[in-house]
Nanobody, 113 residues
């Protein structure tokens, strides 16, 4: 499975972006997650969504980010509102199946005035 992340860019504090993670084939049976890695830091989970659509968020993004999936389009979205400078990072999507996991290339999100 190949994952393509898109939607990153430069946005001012308080702004919004929507990231998309599109798979080359169905990943409806996988847990799909968004991770981010800031310069000099480790890659950390931001949010993930179960095959049934149940989301989990880390505390710093709760109430600001929303993860969703459209299995018909093989796509998972991350709607990011109220962006802060500390959200600046390369964002990666990940799909975990029972026996395998896949990573996409990242998309850069820069929050700056």
């Amino acid at each position: 499975v190949q994952l393509q992340a898109s939607g990153g860019g430069l946005v001012q504090p308080g702004g919004s972006l929507r990231l998309s993670c599109t798979a080359s084939e169905s990943f409806s049976s996988s847990v799909v997650g968004w991770y981010r890695q800031a310069p000099g830091k480790q890659r950390d989970l931001v949010a993930n969504i179960s095959p049934g659509g149940y989301p989990i968020y880390v505390d710093p993004v709760k109430g600001r980010f929303t993860i969703s999936r459209d299995n018909a389009k093989n796509t998972v979205y991350l709607q990011m509102n109220g962006l802060k400078p500390e959200d600046t990072a390369v964002y990666y999507c990940n799909a975990k199946f029972i026996l395998q996991e896949f990573w996409g290339k990242g998309t850069l999100v820069t929050v700056s005035s």
